[in-house]
């Protein structure tokens, strides 16, 4: 097999999950996306004679060993040396941006030119065909949809080792069934993504609910009215000592007597976390705008909280997390982690039953709870969410101790997330999983409802061998 690329027979490190460790065969490190399509032809021209597969490994943080191939071979994205990115201006900007491009770098690049993109995750340290593969959510959902929803066009090595370029208008249906296609039907080796005019500063508040039905009629509110917040937010903090105390290092309260006197331990509270883009310039439209809009919601007064950050500081705000655990050694250990995305009709049955019960306290790490409107949401993708317009992402985002047996360990942790499921199967909440993970294929048949068939037509079409993405234990290797 004659390429540029070094491949080297040995193991990549962990993954984020740090749960799952199948040995690769070989690791590839492309220079070209031709040493990609080369390696992926090599294996499908083989046929049924070997049982080779292939998976692409971005920045390492999937959870359940997704991007690893036992016996297989494993493609170092980050290796990936194509054009440099290019940025493009004008009524519809983008930028042209590798598979194996961080996104932290993106958002660098294009701010040179007064630009961004519109919808991001969390954490910025991901791969662009990493989050494409699976949505790329965050607070800015309700308004822009997932990160897939803001791609023009892309480059695909699918499981053929065909290079095809995709968009809305040209192979449509390779373009829908790669975004959100948990990798089944290509490899990502280029991204067209849309941009939007970067503001410099962010005002970014935080407030407390001690009733969860005020906490989610707000929300919904919020993500439903016309001009409303830029990011929005939400988290669950059950039974948490000097909680406001805690707040102070990045906050500043409304009210600090009152703040002071404020409660948190023993209490499920909710706090809604939002955010309002800006320029210096705009400082007061923007905070009139924030106050009128603060002025209709039901939190707890003494609980408000605000700061006033550049841009880039709020957009990489767990990275700062990252630095600390890393120092402490508590990065590189198993997340557990469960994300769900409930209908809102099922919201308030679901947090009753999980909030302070099956959950009762949440020291292993944060909860996410937070609503988006689904006609912002390509339904042509493969992405599945529930049926309902409006939906909630509820993320655990638990982190083990490593060799506890207590609540902070592995097995108590995976014990409480299979608890939720059960309630959540039980009580028909009709719940989908977001960065979902099954065992078998009657499994996914139902995770994808409906769109099974489409999804395994896809598959007949673009990887028809089974080559690609192995770990995510949807289909065998033909």
């Known amino acids: 097999m004659a390429t540029s690329a070094l491949i080297i027979s040995i193991s990549q490190p962990g993954t984020f999950g740090n749960r799952y460790h199948f040995l690769p065969l070989a690791v590839l490190h492309p220079k070209s996306v031709s040493d990609i399509s080369t390696t992926v032809k090599h294996v499908f021209k083989m046929g049924s004679t070997s049982q080779l597969t292939v998976a692409a490994r ?46 932290i770098n993106i958002l660098h690049e294009t701010l040179k030119h007064g630009l961004a993109p519109k919808s991001w995750t969390d954490y910025l340290h991901l791969t662009v065909g990493g989050t494409l593969s699976n949505a790329g959510i965050s607070g800015q959902a309700f308004k822009h949809g997932p990160q897939i929803n803001n791609i023009y066009q892309l480059e695909v090595v699918t499981g053929k080792g065909e290079v095809v370029t995709c968009s809305e208008k040209q192979n449509a249906e390779l373009f829908y069934g790669v975004l959100g296609g948990l990798g089944q039907f290509g490899i990502i080796t280029r991204a067209r993504i849309s941009l939007e005019p970067a503001p410099k500063m962010v005002k970014w508040i935080r407030v407390l609910y001690d009733e969860f039905s005020k906490f989610s009629n707000d929300q919904e509110r919020l993500i439903s009215s016309k001009d409303s917040f830029d990011y929005i937010e939400g988290l669950v903090i059950i039974n948490r000592t000097g909680l406001l105390n805690n707040w102070r290092s990045s906050f500043n309260p409304k009210d600090p007597l009152q703040a002071s006197r404020f409660i948190s331990e023993g209490k499920t509270l909710y706090c809604l976390e939002i955010a309002k883009y800006f320029n210096p310039d705009e400082s007061d439209i923007m905070n009139q705008k924030t106050e009128s809009l603060l002025s209709e919601l039901n939190y707890i007064p003494s609980t408000l909280f605000l700061s006033e950050v550049p841009y880039v500081e709020f957009l990489d705000r767990v990275h700062l997390s990252e630095i600390k655990l890393r120092s402490k050694g508590l990065w590189e250990i198993p997340h557990p982690w469960l994300n769900l995305l409930i209908p809102r009709t099922k919201i308030n049955e679901f947090a009753q039953a999980v909030f302070g019960n099956i959950l009762t306290g949440n020291s292993n790490g944060p909860i996410l709870i937070y609503p988006v409107n689904k006609s912002k949401w390509n339904n042509r993708t493969s992405l599945i969410t529930p049926e309902e317009e409006i939906f909630y992402q509820v993320a655990f985002l638990s982190s083990a101790m490593p060799s506890s047996t207590g609540k902070d360990g592995l097995f108590h942790i995976l014990a409480q997330n299979q608890r939720i499921l059960d309630f959540c199967s039980k009580a028909s909440i009709g719940a989908k999983q977001y960065l979902p993970h099954y065992s078998t294929q009657e499994e996914w048949q139902t995770h994808f409802g409906p769109q099974w068939e489409v999804f395994v037509r896809r598959k007949s079409t673009y990887d028809p061998m089974a080559i690609l993405a192995p770990g995510q234990r949807i289909f065998r290797r033909k």
């Open 58 to 103: 971005g920045h390492s943080h999937s959870l359940q060993g997704q991007a690893q191939a036992h016996q297989g071979v494993v493609i170092n994205m980050e290796s990936l040396q194509g054009p440099e990115m290019q940025i493009h201006a004008g009524e519809l900007p983008y930028v042209e941006a590798s598979g194996g491009d961080l996104w």
